[in-house]
């Protein structure tokens, strides 16, 4: 299950001391239902911000976001937000830890099933009853997407959802996040700021400027999943991506 997810002129300052700071320009874009989006730009540019509006817990200074045809205006159950920083409650359990939404909504009872499938999908099954201190960094990243994915998203928003782990845990938990993708069809919105993992999970990838953030360039990735780091269509993408970021890598000429 998904919906279309429409991002119309929007444009954000927030009120400092000092006086405002823009942090979104005029941002359009849309997202047919489910497909994969990645949103890449520099530090403090406003990509969480623009996830936090998508998700309804913030409104835009202006512009309207549009979700399955309804204008957003509050938090949903149908649009999920994994945190950059998600963390789980230590005093509970994993299978606790997930259940939190439902349990939140008064939505639990008769539906525990729900949590022990969102744990097999994460393949976290044997783990329910274990406590955060006792899951490796890549297990409770793992915990913190099912705790997204038991809510059954149709808008799923993922910022930086393997920031912090190393390069061959996150490689294989972002072959994991496809097969879920494939699996449950939701919108996915990845933010991220590795070039490669937007590149190997998602059929566009915007490039936001530096604060304000304005669409600088959008990338269609028309390479069938699963894909290889090393397809020469990817390795090209990767490096105009890298050089529309600023970030022409030594070495290598965008083709
Ligand atoms: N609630 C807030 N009040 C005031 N300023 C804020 C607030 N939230 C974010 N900002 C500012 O807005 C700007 C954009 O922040 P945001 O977290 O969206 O950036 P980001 O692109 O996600 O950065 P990063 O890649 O480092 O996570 C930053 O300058 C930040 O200081
Ligand atoms: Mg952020």
């Known amino acids: 299950m998904s919906m279309d997810l429409s991002i119309r002129n929007v444009s954000h300052s927030f009120a400092l001391q000092g006086g405002p700071l823009?942090?979104?320009?005029?941002?359009?874009?849309?997202?047919?239902?489910g497909s994969f989006i990645s949103l890449l730009g520099p530090s403090g540019c406003g990509k969480s911000t623009l996830l936090r509006f998508?998700?309804?817990?913030?409104?835009?200074?202006?512009?309207?976001?549009i979700a399955g045809g309804a204008?957003?205006?509050?938090?949903?159950?149908?649009?999920?937000?994994?945190?950059?920083?998600?963390t789980l409650f230590p005093w509970a359990t994993v299978w606790n830890n997930v259940a939190t939404g439902l349990a939140a909504r008064h939505e639990l009872k008769g539906r525990e099933s729900l949590i022990d499938d969102?744990?097999?999908?994460?393949?976290?099954?044997?783990?329910?009853?274990?406590?955060?201190?006792?899951?490796?960094?890549?297990?409770a990243q793992r915990a913190a997407l099912a705790r997204a994915l038991v809510n059954e998203p149709q808008i799923l928003l993922l910022d930086e959802p393997f920031g912090k782990l190393d390069a061959l845990t996150r490689m294989g938990l972002q072959e994991e996040l496809l097969a879920i993708w494939k699996r449950t069809g939701f919108t996915g919105v990845l933010v991220t700021h590795d070039?490669?993992?937007a590149l190997l999970l998602s059929g566009r990838v915007v490039v936001l400027s530096?604060?304000?953030?304005?669409?600088?360039?959008?990338?269609?990735?028309?390479?069938?999943?699963?894909r290889r780091?090393?397809?020469?269509?990817?390795?090209?993408?990767?490096?105009e991506i890298l050089t529309a970021l600023g970030h022409a890598p030594a070495g290598e000429v965008a083709a």
Do not use: N, T
């Not at 969102?118 to 297990?139: C, D, I, N």
């Not at 530096?210 to 699963?226: G, K, M, N, S």
């Not at 780091?229 to 490096?239: E, M, N, T, W």
């Open 22 to 33: 823009p942090v979104l320009d005029d941002i359009s874009l849309d997202i047919p239902a």
């Open 54 to 65: 998508i998700a309804g817990l913030e409104l835009p200074g202006r512009g309207d976001i």
């Open 71 to 86: 204008p957003v205006r509050a938090p949903g159950p149908s649009r999920i937000l994994a945190f950059q920083d998600a």
């Open 118 to 139: 969102a744990l097999e999908l994460v393949r976290l099954g044997g783990f329910a009853k274990a406590y955060p201190h006792q899951l490796s960094g890549g297990m």
């Open 195 to 197: 070039v490669e993992e």
């Open 210 to 226: 530096d604060r304000p953030a304005r669409v600088l360039r959008i990338f269609d990735v028309q390479r069938p999943l699963p």
């Open 229 to 239: 780091r090393d397809d020469p269509a990817i390795v090209s993408l990767r490096i």
